[in-house]
C-alpha cells in the first residue's frame, strides 16, 4: 500500500517556477515509477511525465519537455516536479501517482493517486 501527499501547488504568474513535492508512505516507494498528471477544469487527465523507481530514466508528454522536470529522493520517499517558464495554459490540479511499471503513461497503470494540488497560472 502506498499513501501519496501532493504540495506546493499556489498562484503563479506566466513565466514563473513552481516546485510541486509527492510525499509517500510505504517501504517500498523505490518499487514504483511515479507519475505526474494533470487536470484542468473541463478536460479529461492528461499525462505529464514520469520517473522510473531509482529515478534513472525519465520520460515527459511533448509539451513539457524542456520546461518540467522530474525527480525523486528515495531515502526521502518523495518526487518533485520542477516547473519552470510557466503558461496559464498549465493551470490544472495536478497529480502524481504510483505504477508497478516503467514506461506508461495510462492512467489505469498507475495503482495509487494523491489527493492533487491546484496550480493557477495568472497571465
Known amino acids: 500500500q502506498v499513501q501519496l501527499v501532493e504540495s506546493g501547488g499556489g498562484l503563479v504568474q506566466a513565466g514563473g517556477s513552481l516546485r510541486l513535492t509527492c510525499a509517500a508512505s510505504?517501504?517500498?516507494?523505490?518499487?514504483?515509477?511515479m507519475g505526474w498528471f494533470r487536470q484542468a477544469p473541463g478536460k479529461e487527465r492528461e499525462f505529464v511525465g514520469l520517473?522510473?523507481?531509482?529515478?534513472?530514466?525519465?520520460y515527459y508528454a511533448d509539451s513539457m519537455k524542456g520546461r518540467f522536470t522530474i525527480s525523486r529522493d528515495n531515502a526521502k520517499n518523495t518526487v518533485y516536479l520542477q516547473m519552470n517558464s510557466l503558461k496559464p495554459e498549465d493551470t490544472a490540479v495536478y497529480y502524481c501517482?504510483?505504477?508497478?511499471?516503467?514506461?506508461?503513461?495510462?492512467?489505469?497503470?498507475?495503482?495509487?493517486w494523491g489527493q492533487g494540488t491546484q496550480v493557477t497560472v495568472s497571465s
Open positions: 501517482a504510483a505504477s508497478p511499471t516503467f514506461g506508461s503513461r495510462r492512467l489505469e497503470t498507475y495503482n495509487y
Open positions: 520517473i522510473s523507481g531509482s529515478g534513472v530514466s525519465t
Open positions: 510505504g517501504r517500498t516507494f523505490r518499487s514504483y515509477a
